[in-house]
């Protein structure tokens, strides 16, 4: 079985930045799409950022567009989401989806999910 594992969330200060990760396990991801989505308290899942399998081609929602990034690792398995100048409403838990096909915006067309990450930013 597919395997995602976050990391990187915390406490953090607005302004700051962070690097989250995501490592998959448990099958070859050679052509699989990598998004990262957020959950707000009380909102919905978010998406974020969508990486094709080759890491050439990204996507990024307008509302994170210019401070999120997103790239990958394929010798580690991992794809990263890089957030910068974060403000106090980036705070949710924030999750990584695959999926074997092109990247959707919709999280109902993933299969595998990791367990989030949370990131909580201080003002």
């Known amino acids: 079985q597919v395997q995602l594992v976050e990391s990187g969330g915390g406490p953090v200060q607005a302004g700051d930045s962070l690097r989250l990760s995501c490592t998959a396990s448990?099958?070859?991801?050679?052509?699989?799409?990598m998004v990262w989505f957020r959950q707000a308290p009380g909102k919905e899942r978010e998406f974020l950022a969508a990486?094709?399998?080759?890491?050439?081609?990204?996507f990024f929602a307008d509302s994170v567009k210019g401070r999120f990034t997103i790239s990958k690792d394929d010798a580690k398995n991992t794809v990263y989401l890089q957030i910068n100048t974060l403000i106090p409403e980036d705070t949710a838990v924030y999750y990584c989806a695959l999926r074997r096909a092109t990247w959707s915006v919709r999280p109902a067309e993933y299969e595998y999910w990791g367990q989030g990450t949370q990131v909580t930013v201080s003002s």
């Open positions: 990486i094709n399998w080759s890491g050439r081609s990204s």
């Open positions: 448990g099958r070859d991801f050679y052509y699989y799409a």
